[in-house]
């Protein structure tokens, strides 16, 4: 599918979110996998802010993304860190030349395979939520046309959060957010249950929890819980098309 069809079909998608009820998780997923997949990266990961400020891993095209976007977090420190608090995006950064920049965080990048990062703030009329991380394997600057691209989508998601948020009170966006925490941890556990069952990574794992979610009109969280319950075996799991 042409690059510009990608984009066009995500912003649409991106856009039919905002109703009252999204998951966000999924939301901010297809973020990272269509950033993947129309842009010149090999991986995408979301980090959002939480009421306190602190960051928090939601969303990754990738095992590997999703294990550098942790440990972002545990260090504080990592383009991503820079570009949340800064709210600024941090682009083109040559990791073999940053490890002054991030000398915990570019080691472990280089060591996933890395060569190359950027950090796209999730920001809206002065208000950063996050950040979306966009990671190369090659050497070299990406495209402007890829960053202005990026940047688009991580727009529209910003705005579908934001709306999102705007419909609930504060004690109700802080359940909403600790509900996506919890989330977070019982897809992981799912993911881990279905690996072990049919024998696959932990990518294609979830793949096939989105693709049995979306196959079947169910939430993520749902399906996920109904693995880690027992309720639902993993050979039950459909395939991702």
């Not at 939520?129 to 691209?149: E, H, S, V, Y």
């Not at 399906?223 to 459909?238: H, M, P």
Request: charged fraction near 20%; proline fraction near 4%.
């Amino acid at each position: 599918m042409p690059r510009e069809t990608v984009i066009i079909n995500t912003l649409v998608e991106l856009a039919d979110n905002l109703v009252d009820h999204f998951d966000v998780i999924d939301l901010l997923t297809l973020l990272s996998d269509r950033c993947v997949e129309a842009l010149d990266v090999d991986a995408a990961g979301v980090l959002l802010a939480s009421p306190g400020a602190e960051l928090q891993f939601v969303a990754s095209s990738s095992e590997s993304m999703r294990v550098l976007e942790l440990f972002q977090i545990q260090m504080n420190e990592g383009p991503c860190v820079d570009c949340y608090l800064s709210g600024a995006p941090v682009v083109n950064v040559a990791l073999d030349e940053a490890n002054g920049r991030w000398p915990l965080f570019t080691p472990r990048a280089l060591e996933h395979g890395f060569n190359s990062v950027h950090s796209l703030p999730l920001r809206l009329r002065g208000r950063t939520i996050g950040a979306l991380n966009l990671f190369r394997t090659l050497q070299g600057p990406m495209g402007d046309d890829d960053i202005i691209a990026a940047q688009g989508l991580a727009h529209v998601a910003t705005i579908a959060i934001l709306q999102h948020r705007a419909t609930l009170d504060a004690n109700t966006l802080n359940e909403q957010l600790e509900n996506a925490l919890t989330s977070r941890i019982i897809i992981e556990q799912a993911k881990g249950i279905i690996a072990q069952s049919t024998q696959c990574g932990m990518d294609q794992a979830f793949g096939r929890l989105r693709a049995h979610s979306r196959n079947h009109n169910q939430g993520l969280t749902g399906i996920a819980s109904a693995i880690v319950a027992g309720t639902l075996s993993a050979n039950d799991l459909e395939n991702p098309n």
